[in-house]
């Protein structure tokens, strides 16, 4: 649903939230045309959840409260990418693994144990095995081993037009604060950045030990965006 230069619409389908894009100089009318194309496509019945800046997002609250309709943010985004990488400042012990066959059903782990974390886009075991089939078919899944060859955290990359986005990235509870993630999405994104992608990713912006994590090595908040959904 777009118009290739003022709204860009994008859902594929449940439970993933509704994309709505519109540039930085964006007007009430144009504000107002992606408030319209959402609900002429039955996108605002409650069954959603909507990622977008927060101009727009304050609009659409606005707009949906005068018909009777209730939204709120539920969750701040930061949008983040690397043009030059930071190697981490504090060594880690273990290594980079990239999953294979043999790695399928420790990978389903992972996929659930993020997608629960993050509280968002759940899915079941047979949803995770096909994206993690996936995945290690793409050749871009990744686990960090440490030093006796467990998994403790993953990460996945993707390419999208001239951007690698970075994904998946969980750390096992137990294995926190060893600065295992920070190894993991810096190699990773060299790996990205070698194949001639710029690195992005997004973050919950409330997450200040995530996000640290990211700057440390050299990742630059760019943008910032909320999720927005029904209530009531």
Request: proline letters at 3%; one cysteine or more; aromatic letters at 12%.
């Amino acid at each position: 649903m777009s118009d290739h230069e003022k709204n860009i619409i994008c859902f594929s389908c449940q439970p993933y939230p509704v994309w709505i894009w519109t540039p930085d100089d964006a007007s009430e009318d144009d504000w107002e045309r992606a408030y319209i194309l959402a609900k002429e496509n039955a996108l605002l019945a409650g069954d959603h959840r909507f990622n977008m800046k927060y101009e727009l997002a304050e609009y659409f609250i606005s707009r949906a409260k005068k018909e009777g309709l209730a939204f709120s943010v539920t969750t701040n985004l930061y949008a983040y990418d690397c043009l030059a990488p930071i190697a981490p400042a504090v060594k880690t012990d273990g290594k980079l693994h990239l999953c294979t066959s043999d790695d399928l059903d420790e990978l389903v782990d992972f996929f659930e144990m993020f997608r629960n974390a993050v509280g968002i886009d759940q899915e079941s075991r047979e949803q995770y095995r096909i994206q993690a089939e996936d995945g290690i078919r793409s050749g871009r899944v990744y686990f960090w081993e440490n030093s006796s060859g467990k998994a403790v955290a993953s990460c996945n990359w993707h390419p999208v037009n001239d951007m690698a986005s970075i994904g998946l990235v969980y750390t096992r509870e137990e294995e926190r604060r060893k600065h295992y993630a920070e190894h993991l999405v810096y190699e990773v994104t060299m790996i990205a950045k070698a194949k001639g992608f710029t690195p992005m990713l997004y973050t919950d912006a409330d997450y200040a030990a995530s996000n640290a994590c990211y700057e440390k090595i050299g990742y630059v908040l760019r943008g910032k965006l909320c999720t927005i959904a029904q209530h009531g």
